[in-house]
């Protein structure tokens, strides 16, 4: 089983998922630029974690044979703080990047005027850059954040099959498939989406436009959701091209879409490479 995770949060896990990740099938990610867990204090704090997100997590990465990719923009939690707000200045230069894939993750957290905003000049941003758009949709009321996302979207002129509204339920799934946009679920270990309800779904509304991802990150979450996913698939009668369509093929065709979907280095078995290094630093901690 070959898995691309089309949504976890990397900068927050341990060697030890990595190694977990490749042995489940795990050969290809995106990691979306996410909030801190605490406010920021200043835009700057926002350039280093970008900067991570394109140098150190790739090369970590590669160590474990997985390859990675991102994307950039100004989480919905932070675009209601002022002084995150230059943020948005920046955002073209990393946007040009080789291995940022999507403007994400945008969207609403509190559906607030800030956000309405934040989300409207981002989805432009990836208007101008021909990127495809990571979208969040809020944790309350999704029904009703779900609605206005679609109608946030609409407003801007990005082409539909460019958008994927991640975190989706039994209640927002139908409305977001019909409006042609992708369809992405969050599967987690007690909130947001089990196996068994995906698998019910995944019954119910096909398997076109849609992405299953871990969204993993430093809180009570588990990256190895996408491949218990796939087995949970499986033992339902799904086919093996149907987990593949799913987990690999479907996240390849939407990041696709951004032209900078390098993928020739997901065959074979992971080489670390012992004596390289980020900018004089390693993952090696001691010796033997």
Sequence with gaps: MRIFDPHIHMSSRTTDDYEAMYAAGVRALVEPSFWLGQPRTSPDTFYDYFDSLLGWEPYRAAQFGIQHFCTIALNPKEANDPRCLP???????????????????????????????????????????????????????????????????????????????????????GMVLDSGCWAGFSVYPKTKMSEDRMVRILQEHGLDRV??????????????????????????????????????????????????????????????????????????????
Excluded: C
């Design 87 to 173: 943020v948005l200045d920046e955002l073209p230069r990393y946007l040009a990047k080789d291995r940022v894939v999507a403007v994400g993750e945008i969207g609403y957290d509190s559906m607030t005027k800030e956000e309405d905003e934040v989300l409207a000049r981002q989805l432009q941003l990836a208007v101008e850059h021909g990127l495809p758009a990571l979208v969040h949709t809020p944790h309350r009321d999704k029904a009703a954040g779900t609605r206005r996302t679609l109608d946030v979207v609409r407003e801007s002129g990005i082409a539909p099959e460019l958008v994927v509204l991640d975190h989706l339920n039994e209640l927002t799934v």
């Design 211 to 288: 992405l299953i991802n871990s969204a993993a990150d430093w809180g009570s979450s588990d990256p190895l959701k996408t491949r218990k996913t796939g087995d949970a698939m499986l033992a339902d009668g799904f086919t093996d091209d149907d987990v593949d369509r799913v987990l690999w093929r479907n996240p390849v065709a939407f990041y696709g879409q951004s032209g900078r979907l390098d993928l020739e280095d997901t065959e074979g078995e992971p080489k670390p490479d012992e004596s390289s290094s980020f900018e004089g630093n390693s993952i090696r901690r001691g010796g033997e």
